[in-house]
Every structure is written in structure tokens, then in C-alpha cells.
């Protein structure tokens, strides 16, 4: 992601450069709270990348609609 200085940071606080990698870390973190009676190891992590995708979008959207001063 390339960021023109001066621009602020477009992140959402605790995000890396990409979702993909926010979601992995997530995934990992959140590893030992699998439980595999309760769904299939696709739908856990297909959660989890929802959960983050959804901060990241609201987090964008909030900056968006901030006016300026």
C-alpha cells in the first residue's frame, strides 16, 4: 500500500499493510479456541476473515466521512 506523506494513515489501529495478514495472525492467535464440534475448520477461519474485513471496512468508512478540521 503506498502512502503519500502527509495523508495520514489509513489503517484501522492495529492493521498491517494487508487484511490477508491481519486474518492470518488472527487465525493464529485464535487457534486454540477451535472448536471442531462446533463447525468445520473453513467456516471457523471464513469467521474470522469476516470478523477482521468488517473492522477494516468500518474503520475505512469512518475516515472517509470525517470532515476535515
Keep these: ?3 503519500v506523506p502527509g495523508e495520514g494513515d ?9 487484511p490477508d495478514t491481519d486474518i492470518f495472525v488472527a487465525a493464529l492467535q485464535a487457534a486454540g479456541q477451535y472448536d471442531p464440534r462446533r463447525g468445520a475448520p473453513a467456516a471457523w477461519l471464513y469467521g474470522i ?5 468488517a473492522s477494516t471496512t468500518a474503520a ?8 476535515p478540521g
Excluded: D
Excluded at 476473515?49 to 474485513?53: C, D, F, S, T, V
Excluded at 475505512?60 to 470532515?67: D, E, L, V, W
Design 10 to 18: 489509513h489503517r484501522p489501529p492495529g492493521g498491517t499493510e494487508s
Design 60 to 67: 475505512a468508512s469512518s475516515n472517509s466521512t470525517r470532515s
Design 49 to 53: 476473515a469476516r470478523n477482521i474485513l
Design 1 to 3: 500500500m503506498y502512502q
